[in-house]
């Protein structure tokens, strides 16, 4: 896949660029590689200066980086800011808590002293999508940063000029420059970037087949990673809940950023008494966003990122009509070959369907009946994703048994799923492993080493 920037509203190629050879992405890398000495000398407090100026940065440009988003992947401003702004939560965050997070853990045992340090690993490769531009990359090297790592990242194909805007921040904030470096790779240069020895560590957020490719790889060599991958979100909603707030909310999860998320609710699971009524609510709230231009202030969503996606998205809807489901409300796109896919509802999906079983990652809603509490819960588990769930009912201690039993590395009781600096982040099951976000995040691309010391000895003189 080419590397430019594509309007998918307009249609339109914004720029073209020229992937680098491998021999420029080698010097990088060992630039990269010796800076990573130099950088884990430094102290917490000079990184957390250094982070706290990229939020600053980041507050600044977030006019000018919500556009960029606007036009490289469909994000509508209003949402590319509120991005923006996540993303120097998150520097800040980083920045506070670090050095917390990594201090010296304190063990007792038969030593006189005895201690976990967490130290760092050296370069991390990061392999981010383009549905969130910013803050995939963000999330990721923030606490990879603090912890004394350095960062190469290989973005989508379709958002370069994100991943550049990026790393000009970070320079600008007074990072050294090899410490974080954009690659504008294909992506045959992946599997030479994860072979060498000099890069310790990758994450990568993206598809299922990415993340299996990715692991396969970086397994043979020995080499830590922290996959995100897919989801297929299940979002219950019992009979006693308000169901109102809940199908309110149900529309805003589906359309979050489009449809185009990985923790976007898709599995409405429903009571049998409150299905109807739950739909017609669901359909009344999606009904009433407004699509258009990504750049006017007055869009709630935009175009998918590339027509493409639309046009397999229409696959999986039309193979599960034909194979049972029913549509509740339709939308989809006007004609093949383009970006804009309105909001769909469809019920009735059953095992043996696409949507049953597959990832829709787009504005298409489907609706799964439940007789009660218990067969909710099992086909939220029936799922070979488990990134994260809601549970709605006015009974909170029932809402968190039943989150307690479901598979999937968030629930939210009565809430609408959404990732934050504090909580830990990321999946079981087909949806990856490992945590970003919280301490759990920053500790994954670190040496969580034992330290013994024994106790004193005292040694006779031998003139005794």
Not at 172 to 182: H, I, K, M, N
Request: one cysteine or more; glycine letters at 8%.
């Amino acid at each position: 896949m080419p590397i430019e920037s594509y309007n998918p509203h307009t249609g339109r190629v914004l720029r073209r660029f020229t992937a680098f050879t491998w021999a420029k992405t080698e010097r990088i890398l060992d630039q990269a590689h010796r800076a990573a000495a130099k950088w884990q000398a430094t102290t917490f407090a000079h990184r957390a200066e250094i982070l706290r100026r990229s939020a600053e940065i980041l507050r600044e440009r977030q006019d000018d980086l919500a556009r960029l988003m606007a036009l490289e992947m469909g994000k509508p401003v209003t949402d590319g800011r509120a991005e923006v702004l996540k993303c120097a939560t998150c520097c800040e965050y980083y920045a506070d808590h670090a050095e917390g997070f990594l201090a010296d853990e304190i063990i007792k045992t038969d030593a006189s002293r005895s201690f976990i340090s967490y130290q760092p690993l050296g370069v991390v490769l990061a392999i981010m999508p383009w549905n969130f531009p910013l803050w995939q990359v963000v999330r990721f090297a923030a606490p990879a940063l603090m912890a004394g790592n350095v960062g190469l990242l290989k973005h989508a194909s379709n958002v370069p000029q994100c991943a550049l805007a990026l790393e000009a921040i970070f320079h600008d904030a007074g990072l050294p420059p090899a410490c974080f470096r954009t690659l504008l790779i294909e992506t045959d240069q992946v599997e030479k970037l994860l072979t060498d020895d000099r890069v310790r560590a990758a994450t990568l957020t993206g598809s299922e087949g990415a993340g299996a490719a990715v692991a396969a790889i970086a397994g043979a060599q020995i080499k830590k990673t922290v996959l995100e991958l897919g989801g297929s979100d299940a979002f219950i909603v019992l009979a006693d809940a308000d169901l109102e707030l809940a199908a309110k909310t149900a529309a805003q999860s589906r359309m979050i950023n489009s449809g185009q998320s990985c923790i976007a609710a898709k599995r409405f699971i429903v009571e049998k008494p409150v299905v109807k009524d739950f739909i017609s609510l669901m359909k009344t709230h999606l009904l009433a966003m407004r699509p258009g231009d990504p750049l006017d202030e007055s869009t709630q969503y935009g175009p998918l990122a590339r027509p493409d996606l639309a046009d397999e998205l229409t696959s999986q809807v039309e193979e599960s009509v034909d194979q049972g489901a029913r549509v509740e409300l339709f939308g989809g796109q006007a004609k093949p070959g383009t970006a804009l896919f309105r909001p769909m509802i469809l019920s009735n999906i059953k095992p043996g369907q696409r949507a049953y079983a597959e990832e829709l990652f787009g504005p298409v809603a489907l609706v799964l009946e439940a007789k009660n509490a218990d067969d909710a819960v099992r086909l939220a588990n029936d799922s070979r994703f488990g990134l994260g769930a809601a549970v709605w009912t006015a009974d909170a201690k029932k809402g968190e048994a039943m989150a307690r039993q479901i598979e999937s590395g968030a629930v939210f009781v009565n809430g609408l799923v959404k990732s934050s600096p504090e909580l830990p982040f990321g999946g079981v099951k087909k949806s990856g492993y490992g945590r970003e976000l919280s301490y759990l995040g920053i500790r994954e691309f670190v040496n969580q080493k034992s330290v013994w010391i024994g106790k004193k000895v005292e040694v006779k003189d031998k003139t005794e």
